[in-house]
Structure formats: structure tokens, C-alpha cells
């Protein structure tokens, strides 16, 4: 008997062990040449934010009045000078870090509690899914940039407090996805004949449904640091956010608005240092959702 | 064979409702069945009779909120239906184990086999990592997975349709279990692999000394591998008995009529199979009386009054039916040859 089993499965032995998924996703995401610029456009700005004090020609705090807005181009200072002398190259070169960590850590917050809530309420269901949800859904209903300066009006401006009304304000679109998605994969047969083999509630969670369900809310929260980054720099802008003397460019753009009419080209530079950094975090997103092959 | 005195397993009158609303679905309605040990019993039977509910009962997945159990499940003495938390997670897998019907579905597309066999073996087993992995290796060699060291760290994507069910044999049989359930293994399969994955089951159902439950809507399939047949209809088994009596001297109106729209040898062509007339009952709104009643030929005012008791014919040949004495040697001659 085992001789009349064993022939028709000859064609597969041939085959060469396939790569994991993950060097899957990397071949595929690869491929697609936009992601990638995305990607190197982010690793550079990452680099430039950690070797800040290194690459920055001068120092971004120091100012003087005999040289306030010198437009780009000047010698010795490449971009130019902001409304207090300070030296814009510089200046956007530390405000990287501000911006960055502004515009990722609110996400990865939100991802964390936000996922934590969406897979309890997708797994448990019932009245806990309901409480959940619903309170999510209240919050929801805020406009995001509302509730972001709401919040931090409410709390005062600074670093922290912006963060923290950052991070409510992603909390519950990712906790939506997460009990969306988690719903779907509760009750599909892997989950119940992991079940049947008798693994644990929690290691169901642990390791069917987080393994499935992280993908997809991951590429989604990827998709909101290009907001949160904007949202970020809007709270600073409105002087709600980052204060006066750091360097970051949404509070960069407020303070060399005086400046408009005299220096339009300064006034850009945050913003297109803005514009370029969302727009990388988007097109990242895209790819990596069809190099994931999400469907969403 | 006398395994029955002492059964592995001991179904007596489980009744299954589903959602306590106004209109409770009654799944399964007094079911018996007992399993002796080493014995291969196939529940045969239409979409919706009942097959798959009764096998995950046994295992306790249904939902208890919408779910309601009546009546005994005993597996080695220990009564299924009482067991809660962590006695019912060791019970699953270890004592019982299921192979479900997509084994796409089945196993988990984000872990490799080999991890999904080392984990289920874990849920059981204090056990180093490295002796996981060869308790895996030696379940994929166990089910004839050819080059199964390559095969542990394959995705359930990347096997064929057969590997693949071989695969999810090997998860289910990872922590030794007594009494293998088995839920339709071969009806996702082309043809030719699901003799492969019949004859593999038969093979390591002798070879482990398995119990096994073996749930087909394929009479032939259920001839190749039971020792006996129990056919259900609306929930409730209809008739009961070896392979041989059932598939020779089928007793009940609803198995002769199965029988009987096989199509095998011996029919002329231009010639339309028979059929049972009307449609399966409505769980929700089933008949007072027999559910097979309103399809029966020979339906007297009795059946539609009442529900038929099991009348024992010997040998362990039992039948709910009133009409018994009328369907003696009924389709002797339509019947399918049996070779066991």
C-alpha cells in the first residue's frame, strides 16, 4: 500500500525550499521602484535626523540680527537665514528629529493600544465588543484635526501633551481595523482547528490571530504617519505642539510666515521638507500593501 | 467484533439546539452512537443531517452562547460535556483530534507546517523545542510526506492539495490521540489523491490502533473505510449496522433511497437516475412526526404522528422506522456489491 501512495508524489520532492514570507514580501516590494525611492527618501531623512549635530553646518539655536533672512544661496549659509539669523540648513536638519519622532510615535502608540482593544473586542465579542467599539466609535466622531487641538488646547501646549492627543486620535481608526480583520479571522477554520488541537485562548490570540491580523493594521498605521506628521506640525504651527527655540518644521513654518512677502523661498522650505516626508510615508504604504498583497 | 461492551466512545441522546430565539434550530435530536476501540464507524448522510455538528460536539467547539447540549458524550469514562478550561484544552488534541475538511483552511497561511505541528504538540507536551521539531518530522514521515525535513519548513500555500491533507493529518495525529474525527478529509481532493488520503487513514487507523469517526456524504468512500455506517437525516440517525447490513439489507426507506441513486454498472443508458423526491426538512420547522416521512413512499398516518424509536434487527443492525416489515429485502437487487 504504501508503494501505491508514494509515486504520484515524486514531482514535489523536486521542488527547492521556498523563501520565508517575509523574504517574499522584500523580493516583491523590491521591484517596485517608486517604493523604493519612498524608502530610501525615509532612510536618508532618518539618517539625517541621527547625525544631526555631525552633517549641521552650524548650530540651529544660535541667531544674530545682522544677517535675519538671507535668502538661499547665501555663502556659508547654503539655505539661507531664518527671521532671527539662525542658519535654515541647520535648522531643518534637526528639525528631522522633532518632526519624525512627532510624526511615528503617536502611530506606533496608537497601533499598540489601538490593536490591544480591536483584537479584545473582535476576540471576546458580545457586550465587550459592543462596549468597546461603541466608545471608539464616540470618539470617532470627532474630526480628527478638531480633536487633536482640542485635546491639546485642553492639556496645554508641549511635546508630550501633543503626543498624547496625537495618539487618541489614531487610536480609534486602528481599532477599528483590528476588530474588523480580527472578526473575520475568529471564525475562520484555522482558529477553530487550533482549537480542536487544544491550544489556549491566549495562545490563539498570541499567535493565530495577531499573526494574521498585525499585517494588515501595521500597513494601515504606516498609511498615518504621512497625517500624523501633518497633524503634528499643524499643533505646532498653532503653538500647541513643539515651542520656540526647537527646531521643527511645522513650527518653523509659523514663525517665517512674518516673512512671506520678503522671503517666499524660506517659507517654503519646511513645508517642502513636510510635503516630501508624508508624501515618502505614502507611497512606502502603497507598496508595501501590494507587496504584502493586502486587500484593503 | 466485541468492542462494543466497552465503547471508547459513548454518544447517548445528545441533543443540539442552536440560538435561543424564537426559532431554535434543533441540529441534532437524540443522538447514540458508540465507538469501540479500533472501530471505524463513517456517519453518512446529506448537507444539514447533522454529521459535522455531531463530530464537533464531541469536541466541544461550538459556541455555548448560542449552543445548547443535552444529553452524554463519554470518551474513556470521562464525560465531555462537563469538562471546562484547561481539562478541556488538554482533552482536545491529546485525547481526541480533528482533520477538517479544507486543509487550506485548516492550517494557518502565516506559520510554516512545521511550526504548526510543533506548536499543537506543545499545547500537550513539556518538551524542548528541538524534540517538538522531531516529534514533527516523524508525523510528516508517519503520513508518507516525501523529503519531510524540506516539508517542515514549507507554507501550507506552497504544498498541493493531497500534501496538504497529509499535512493537517500529521497536526491532528502530533499529540497521539486516541480517537481521530475526521470531517470530510477527502471531499476537497481530486479523485485520484483522495484514494491516496483513504487508504492513508485506513492504513494509520490500523497501524496506531486509532478510533476513528469518519464523516463523508460519499457512500463509496464510507464502504472503503468504516466497519460500520450510521446514516442521518435532520439529525438524527436513521439506521445503524455494519457495513454489510446497512449497504446489503438497508433497512430504512431514506438509505434505500440513497442506494438506489448510485449511479454504478448496469444502467441503461438514456435512462435518469432515481431520486429521492422533495428536499431536505427544515431544521427549524421539522414534522411531528418521522422527518422522512413527507419524501417516503411508504409513509403510513403512524409516522406522521410520531417520531420512530430504533428497532433493533440484530447484530447490531438498528433502524428508526415503523414501516420495517415492508422494506425487508426491498432493494436487495439494487444495491451495491461489497467486497469486505
Known amino acids: 500500500m504504501v508503494q501505491a501512495v508514494a509515486p504520484a508524489m515524486i514531482d514535489d520532492a523536486t521542488i527547492e525550499r521556498s523563501p520565508g514570507y517575509w523574504s517574499t514580501v522584500w523580493r516583491r516590494f523590491r521591484r517596485d521602484p517608486v517604493a523604493m525611492i519612498a524608502l530610501g527618501v525615509i532612510v536618508l531623512l532618518i539618517l539625517i535626523a541621527i547625525l544631526a549635530p555631525y552633517i549641521a553646518p552650524h548650530d540651529p539655536f544660535r541667531g544674530a540680527t545682522l ?64 462596549l468597546l467599539m461603541r466608545t471608539i466609535d464616540i470618539i470617532f466622531a470627532f474630526p480628527s484635526v478638531l480633536l487633536a487641538i482640542a485635546l491639546s488646547g485642553a492639556m496645554g501646549a508641549g511635546i508630550v501633551n501633543g503626543l498624547i492627543s496625537l495618539t487618541i486620535v489614531f487610536i480609534p481608526p486602528i481599532a477599528r481595523i483590528a476588530e474588523s480583520v480580527t472578526t473575520s479571522v475568529r471564525s475562520l477554520d484555522y482558529v477553530e482547528a487550533a482549537r480542536a488541537s487544544g491550544a489556549g485562548a491566549l495562545s490563539i490570540v498570541r499567535k493565530h490571530v495577531l499573526g494574521n491580523v498585525l499585517g494588515p493594521i501595521f500597513v494601515y498605521a504606516m498609511s498615518l504617519i504621512a ?26 513654518l ?43 | 467484533m466485541n468492542t462494543m461492551s466497552d465503547p471508547i466512545l459513548d454518544i447517548r441522546g445528545l441533543t443540539v439546539t442552536f440560538g435561543g430565539g424564537p426559532k431554535p434550530v434543533r441540529a441534532l435530536d437524540g443522538v447514540d ?26 469536541l466541544r467547539l461550538h459556541p455555548p452562547k448560542r449552543s445548547r447540549i443535552e444529553g452524554s458524550i463519554k470518551v474513556e469514562g470521562i464525560d465531555v460535556t462537563s469538562l471546562e478550561g484547561r481539562a478541556l484544552e488538554s482533552f482536545r488534541g491529546k485525547t481526541v483530534s480533528m482533520v477538517f475538511q479544507e486543509p487550506m483552511l485548516a492550517m494557518d497561511p502565516v506559520y510554516t507546517v512545521g511550526q504548526q ?37 514549507a507554507y501550507p500555500h506552497e504544498m498541493s492539495g493531497g500534501m496538504r491533507q497529509r499535512a493537517m493529518i500529521a497536526l491532528a495525529l502530533a499529540s497521539k490521540p486516541h480517537i481521530l474525527l475526521a470531517d470530510e478529509p477527502t471531499t476537497a481532493l481530486d479523485a485520484t489523491v483522495q484514494v ?36 442521518m437525516y435532520a439529525g438524527r440517525i436513521v439506521e445503524t449496522g455494519t457495513v454489510r447490513d446497512v449497504i446489503r439489507t438497508p433497512r430504512h426507506p431514506y438509505t434505500i433511497g440513497l442506494l438506489s441513486t448510485r449511479a454504478h454498472g448496469g444502467r441503461l443508458e438514456g435512462h435518469r437516475l432515481p ?19 413527507p419524501r417516503c413512499a411508504i409513509a403510513a398516518d403512524a409516522c406522521r404522528a410520531s417520531v420512530p424509536e430504533p428497532v433493533d434487527l440484530g447484530g447490531g443492525h438498528r433502524v428508526r422506522c415503523f414501516r420495517t416489515a415492508e422494506t425487508v429485502n426491498k432493494v436487495a437487487a439494487l444495491a451495491p456489491a461489497v467486497t469486505s
Not at chain 2, 275 to 293: K, R, V, Y
Request: net charge positive; proline share 6%; with cysteine.
Open chain 1, 227 to 252: 497625517v500624523s506628521m501633518i497633524l503634528a506640525s499643524g499643533l505646532s504651527f498653532l503653538g500647541l505642539g513643539v515651542r520656540p527655540p526647537e527646531p521643527e518644521w511645522g513650527l518653523m
Open chain 1, 254 to 296: 509659523n514663525t517665517l510666515r512674518t516673512a512671506l512677502y520678503t522671503q517666499p523661498m524660506l517659507c517654503a522650505l519646511p513645508g517642502i521638507m513636510i510635503f516630501i516626508t508624508s508624501i515618502s510615508f505614502n507611497l512606502l504604504t502603497d507598496g508595501l500593501r501590494s507587496a504584502m498583497d493586502i486587500k484593503a
Open chain 1, 67 to 130: 544677517r535675519r533672512l538671507r535668502p538661499p544661496g547665501t555663502p556659508g549659509y547654503l539655505l539661507g537665514t531664518d527671521e532671527l539669523g539662525r542658519d535654515m540648513l541647520s535648522r531643518l536638519i534637526y528639525g528631522a528629529r522633532l518632526s519624525l519622532f512627532m510624526g511615528v510615535t503617536p502611530v506606533f502608540l496608537a497601533l499598540f493600544i489601538g490593536s490591544a482593544i480591536g483584537v479584545t473586542a473582535g476576540y471576546v465579542g458580545g457586550i465587550v465588543n459592543t
Open chain 2, 196 to 231: 491516496q488520503i483513504l487508504l492513508l487513514l485506513r492504513e494509520l487507523q490500523r497501524e496506531l490502533g486509532l478510533s476513528m469517526i469518519f464523516v463523508t456524504h460519499d457512500i463509496s468512500v464510507a464502504v472503503e473505510v468504516a466497519d460500520r455506517i450510521a446514516v
Open chain 2, 117 to 153: 505541528i510543533t506548536e499543537a504538540v506543545r499545547n500537550h507536551e513539556k518538551i524542548s523545542a528541538a524534540d517538538a521539531r522531531a516529534r514533527a518530522l516523524e508525523m510528516l514521515t508517519l503520513v508518507r510526506i516525501p523529503s519531510p525535513e524540506r516539508r517542515l519548513a
Open chain 2, 33 to 58: 452512537l458508540a465507538l469501540g476501540r479500533g472501530e471505524v464507524i463513517a456517519l453518512l448522510g446529506e448537507s444539514g443531517s447533522g454529521k459535522s455538528v455531531t463530530l464537533r460536539s464531541i
Open chain 2, 275 to 293: 431520486a429521492i423526491p422533495g428536499s431536505p426538512p427544515d431544521l427549524a420547522n421539522l414534522p411531528p412526526g418521522c422527518a422522512f416521512a
